[in-house]
C-alpha cells in the first residue's frame, strides 16, 4: 500500500472529485483512478463511488478514512523526526 495512494484516496473524501484531486496532485484523472482502484484491490473493497454528481465514499470507505488520515499523519510525524 502507498501512501501516495492514501493521500489521493483522502483528498477525494475532503474533494468529492477525483479530477479536482488530479489538479491538486499534478497529475491525471487516469492516474487517480488507477491508485483508488489499486488500493480497492488490495483491500478486497469498494471505497469510493462515482457519479454525475462526484465521488462519494462508501460505508467502507468512510470507515478506512480514519485508518487512511493515520497512517499518512504517522507517516509525517516520522519523516518530521
Same mark, same amino acid.
Given at each position: 500500500m502507498k501512501t501516495e495512494h492514501l493521500e489521493y484516496f483522502i483528498d477525494i473524501a475532503i474533494s468529492g472529485s477525483l479530477s479536482k484531486t488530479a489538479e491538486?496532485?499534478?497529475?491525471s484523472h487516469q492516474m487517480i483512478r488507477k491508485s483508488i482502484k489499486s488500493l480497492e484491490n488490495e483491500l478486497n473493497v469498494k471505497l469510493i463511488a462515482t457519479s454525475? =454528481?462526484?465521488?462519494?465514499?462508501t460505508e467502507a470507505g468512510e470507515r478506512f478514512l480514519q485508518y487512511a488520515?493515520?497512517?499518512?499523519?504517522?507517516?509525517?510525524?516520522? =519523516?518530521t523526526e
Open positions: 491538486r496532485f499534478f497529475t454525475n =454528481q462526484g465521488s462519494s465514499l488520515q493515520a497512517v499518512c499523519q504517522l507517516t509525517d510525524d516520522l =519523516q
